[in-house]
């Protein structure tokens, strides 16, 4: 619930009042939505006090664009701050991209705060070289 969140929230703004930074994969599941798919739902926690993470990909040697795995969103518990508002009204009235009419607070926290590489990630287990997708890749790089 909320309040549980909003807690939460309060003790990672301890956190980083003691300079103890909080960077966490902003998920794979795209923007994610209710069961009934009427609400589009952020992804828990996306407290302003946490640097969310999302996933890039490469679309050329030269192109590198969001991940459609990569979880973003806007919050339905804390205002947009300020620093985030021109980029993001700018983002909402660029007339190439459609964006459901309803559904989503325009107005709340949007996230994810940044972005890495994260889709064909090589990770190495016992000397093997294996190809890892998704923000639990981006955030440790980002870090």
Same mark, same amino acid.
């Not at 599941?29 to 828990?44: E, H, S």
């Given at each position: 619930?909320? @309040? =549980?969140?909003?807690?939460?929230?309060?003790?990672?703004?301890?956190?980083?009042?003691?300079?103890?930074?909080?960077?966490?994969? @902003?998920?794979?599941?795209?923007?994610?939505? =209710?069961?009934?798919?009427? &609400?589009?739902?952020?992804? +828990?926690?996306?407290?302003?006090?946490?640097?969310?993470?999302?996933?890039?990909? &490469?679309?050329?040697?030269?192109?590198?664009?969001? @991940?459609?795995?990569?979880?973003?969103?806007?919050?339905?518990? +804390?205002?947009?701050?300020? +620093?985030?508002?021109? &980029?993001?009204?700018? +983002?909402?009235?660029?007339?190439?991209?459609?964006?459901?009419?309803?559904?989503?607070?325009?107005?709340?926290?949007?996230?994810?705060?940044? @972005?890495?590489?994260?889709?064909?990630?090589?990770?190495?287990?016992?000397?093997?070289?294996?190809?890892?997708?998704?923000?639990?890749?981006?955030?440790?790089?980002?870090?």
């Amino acid at each position: 619930d909320n @309040s =549980t969140e909003q807690r939460l929230s309060n003790e990672f703004m301890k956190l980083g009042l003691k300079g103890i930074s909080i960077l966490l994969a @902003s998920g794979d599941i795209g923007v994610g939505c =209710t069961d009934d798919c009427k &609400l589009l739902q952020p992804t +828990y926690p996306n407290s302003p006090w946490i640097t969310m993470v999302g996933a890039t990909t &490469l679309e050329s040697e030269i192109m590198e664009r969001g @991940s459609v795995l990569s979880s973003g969103g806007f919050s339905y518990i +804390y205002d947009m701050p300020d +620093y985030q508002k021109d &980029l993001v009204s700018e +983002y909402l009235n660029n007339p190439n991209i459609q964006f459901p009419t309803q559904g989503f607070n325009k107005n709340g926290r949007a996230f994810p705060d940044v @972005s890495a590489f994260g889709i064909n990630m090589v990770t190495i287990i016992d000397g093997t070289m294996y190809p890892q997708d998704g923000t639990s890749a981006s955030a440790p790089l980002f870090s």
